[in-house]
């Protein structure tokens, strides 16, 4: 029904997948702050953190060559940062942005592509993330199926009547898909009233009581070890070395 | 004997004008089934929304002798189960699990309590296999059976079902049935399935044009609504 990449590379089956996304989201908190930390940022710096993502990807059989383009989603936002540094003569500077963000969008996109928005969710929360963020992305995850659902299934019933067949006037067209789009957003509102009822029905008073999570198995506590040890080696040996 | 539900002259009106009740005289009592038939677009939905006090319109309604006031929404909540028309709007949890365990957890139990009633209420829905899976990607007789169980793993004292048995398979179905036979409640049924209707209802009311146009036993109402194909 859906075609998220994202989403379906997120219900993959590695044992990487299956560790408890508490440990992966430390995981990426201690990559994140170490690329933050790492002074100079040099080629060999972003090769090795680059490297440690990559054996992620590789463990998770995840396709790297879409990986690697996908984080690159990133880079037309820093480069305008980096044109104005490299503009200004510090070429040195623009690399490091650039470097820094495509290292750091590479190990959020693994985090994201070997978890499911469900459990990175439930982990969240029982990490101590704010409740009213995760009810937020919790609920913003829900309506977004919503959304696309409904838009799916309107562009289906649109085909299935043939709206493919005629090829009107560019303008009667646009006008047809704004048309098309006031009524998704109308549908996909009913529909959000609904599940907001269908909540009230059981009960729902502004809080979700989650159920408890699961204990980490060592399996996991091995993960984040390994994950912290490399990490943080990376980080004082390109330290030390500079 | 105080009825479960009680319904007076209840009128409601849509935003955009639609007069969908039209003065609706209602009452449940214990141990009744009652089938609520009737066209498309009569009001039967927007009768049954009332009782849970999702909609609210002129008119006098209490549930359990608790008057429909704000303050008793929570009390008349975690005793009417429902389960919507559109069962997919029930869902919104990251599993199966999670969604029917939520009720429960509103009720305050416990979170080791919660999933032990919620994997009762799978089991007896016949959906314990699909309790990890991410209920908006379960099909619709699935999503039925889900929410079904959502509502069961509350214990409500009273079940309203609007059309429960659209999307189900010939042997779900048939297992509805007995489920729903055997469990105690009062249950209201809204439905156009009247064989499903035949096999548990003790009795029916027929609604036409947002009120309440007959009633009696299940034939009755159908032979005098000429009420089936
Ligand atoms: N959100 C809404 N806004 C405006 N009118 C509505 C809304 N929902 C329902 N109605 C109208 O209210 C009337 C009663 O609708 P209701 O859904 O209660 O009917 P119903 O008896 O449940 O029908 P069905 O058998 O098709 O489910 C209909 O005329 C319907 O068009
Ligand atoms: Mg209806």
New interface residues.
């Given amino acids: 029904m859906h075609y998220l990449v994202l989403e379906r590379w997120s219900r993959g089956d590695s044992s990487f997948h299956r560790l408890d996304a508490r440990v992966k989201i430390a995981a990426l908190l201690l990559y994140l702050v170490a690329i933050a930390t790492t002074h100079p940022f040099r080629w060999s710096a972003f090769a090795a953190f680059a490297l440690l993502v990559l054996s992620g990807v590789i463990a998770a059989r995840l396709p790297l060559g879409g990986m690697l383009l996908r984080a690159a989603a990133v880079l037309p936002f820093t480069a305008t940062f980096a044109a104005i540094s490299a503009l200004a003569g510090d070429t040195d500077a623009a690399f490091r942005l650039l470097a820094r963000s495509y290292a750091s969008a590479l190990g959020v996109l693994l985090l994201a592509a070997s978890t499911t928005m469900p459990a990175l969710l439930h982990a969240a929360s029982s990490l101590g993330f704010p409740r009213i963020l995760v009810l937020v992305l919790q609920f913003l995850y829900r309506y977004l199926f919503v959304v696309t659902d409904q838009a799916q299934r309107m562009r289906s019933a649109a085909l299935c009547r043939g709206s493919a067949l005629r090829r009107g006037a560019k303008r009667e067209r646009f006008r047809a898909a704004s048309g098309v789009l006031a009524v998704l957003f109308a549908r996909s509102y009913e529909k959000a009233q609904g599940i907001e009822r269908a909540m009230l029905a059981r009960g729902f008073d502004g809080r979700i009581h989650l159920l408890s999570s699961p204990r980490l198995a060592w399996r996991d506590a091995a993960f984040l070890g390994l994950a912290a040890s490399a990490t943080l080696g990376l980080r004082f040996l390109l330290t030390i070395s500079a | 004997m105080t009825p479960l539900i009680d319904a007076r002259k209840v009128r409601y009106r849509y935003a955009d004008g639609t007069l969908a009740l039209d003065g609706v005289d209602f009452q449940l009592f214990e141990r009744e089934t009652v089938a609520l038939l009737g066209p498309n677009g009569s009001g039967k939905t927007t009768f049954v929304?009332h009782l849970?006090g999702?909609l609210h319109g002129e008119g006098i309604i209490r549930v359990c002798d608790l008057a429909m006031s704000k303050k008793n929404l929570?009390k008349i909540?975690?005793r009417?189960g429902?389960v919507?028309q559109?069962s997919e709007?029930?869902l919104?949890?990251?599993?199966v699990?999670?969604d029917v365990?939520?009720?429960p957890?509103?009720?305050g139990l416990s979170?080791?309590e919660?999933?032990r009633r919620a994997k009762l209420a799978l089991e007896q829905t016949g959906m314990e296999e699909a309790a990890a899976r991410?209920p908006?990607?379960l099909s619709a007789g699935e999503k039925r059976r889900v929410a079904l169980a959502?509502?069961l793993a509350?214990s409500p004292e009273i079940l309203v079902l609007d059309e429960p048995t659209t999307f189900l398979d010939p042997p779900a179905e048939r297992d509805l049935v007995r489920l729903l036979r055997e469990l105690p409640q009062a249950k209201i049924l809204v439905t156009h399935d009247i064989p499903f209707a035949r096999a548990l209802a003790t009795r029916a009311v027929f609604f036409e044009k947002g009120k309440i146009a007959g009633h009696g036993s299940i034939d009755d109402v159908v032979r005098r609504f000429q009420w089936e194909i």
């Avoid at chain 2, 919104?92 to 599993?95: D, I, S």
């Fill in positions: 929304l849970t999702l929570p909540r975690a009417i429902m919507f559109d709007e029930q919104f949890l990251p599993t699990l999670e365990a939520f009720g957890r509103n009720l979170p080791e919660a999933t991410a908006y990607h959502g509502v509350m």
